[in-house]
């Protein structure tokens, strides 16, 4: 079945440093790939999505590339802040399908 | 826009009692879902709907009902509360589209935690 597999955290970064999240899928097919965010006692929100193989999302200053032939959705973030200090998610989402599969989140905390 | 709300927020339940969770979204969106989240687990897929009147069963349905009588409203039922059950509940919905290309996000709602003792 599909699934998805995230680099374990916590992960600890001082303020500007550079940021990697590593995510890695199994699916059947093209699926959709999505970065969501959890801020402390908050809901998830999108932070960015990419539909096809090559595509960039970015916001926020956030980066992740879809590489098919990886079957990889990595986040990056060439300077975090404090307020960047979040529970980040990896997911898939097929086409056809009304689910998305998230993976296990990976917490950030980045220190001043 | 309200977008997603839940309610209530927070809920302390003794084992074997019953309760209902409540999730409202004022988007018109057909699909709704209720996850549960964990820690250590990610956010599991209990029970979903595409559409009103409709629900089906997620990755870990059990001890759980659900009913979608309104397109904006959808009710998560707990039977009887077991320990196990202690987690945090979210709520989502995702807008109408081109379903078969899978691009559609989901909106969360801010959660209800809830404990079982």
């Known amino acids: 079945g599909d699934s998805v597999t995230q680099m374990e955290g916590p992960v600890t970064l001082s303020e500007e440093a550079f940021l990697t999240i590593n995510c890695t899928y199994t699916?059947?097919?093209?699926?959709?790939l999505f970065w969501y965010v959890q801020y402390p006692g908050e809901g998830l929100q999108l932070l960015l999505k990419?539909?096809?193989?090559?595509d960039k999302g970015s916001n926020k200053g956030f980066e992740a590339t879809y590489r098919k032939e990886t079957t990889s959705f990595h986040l990056e973030k060439g300077s975090v802040q404090v307020s960047d200090s979040a529970v980040y998610f990896c997911?898939?989402?097929?086409?056809?399908?009304?689910?998305?599969?998230f993976g296990k989140g990976t917490k950030l905390t980045v220190n001043p | 826009n309200a977008g997603v709300t839940q309610t209530p927020k927070f809920r302390v339940l003794k084992t074997g009692q019953s309760m209902t969770l409540l999730c409202a979204q004022d988007?018109?969106?057909?699909?709704m879902y209720w996850y549960r989240q964990d820690p250590g687990m990610g956010l599991r897929l209990i029970h979903y709907?595409?559409?009103?009147?409709?629900?089906a069963k997620g990755e870990v349905p059990d001890g759980y009902n659900v009913s979608r009588l309104k397109k904006q409203n959808f009710l998560l039922g707990l039977e009887s509360a077991a320990p196990s059950q202690t987690s945090v509940y979210f709520c989502?919905?995702?807008?109408?589209?081109?379903?078969?290309?899978?691009?559609?996000?989901?909106?969360f709602g801010p959660g209800t935690r809830l404990t079982v003792l």
């Open positions: 997911a898939l989402k097929r086409g056809g399908s009304e689910k998305l599969v």
């Open positions: 988007m018109n969106h057909e699909y």
């Open positions: 699916a059947t097919g093209y699926p959709s």
């Open positions: 990419a539909t096809k193989a090559d």
């Open positions: 709907s595409v559409g009103e009147g409709t629900t």
């Open positions: 989502a919905s995702s807008p109408p589209g081109l379903l078969i290309q899978g691009h559609n996000e989901q909106f």
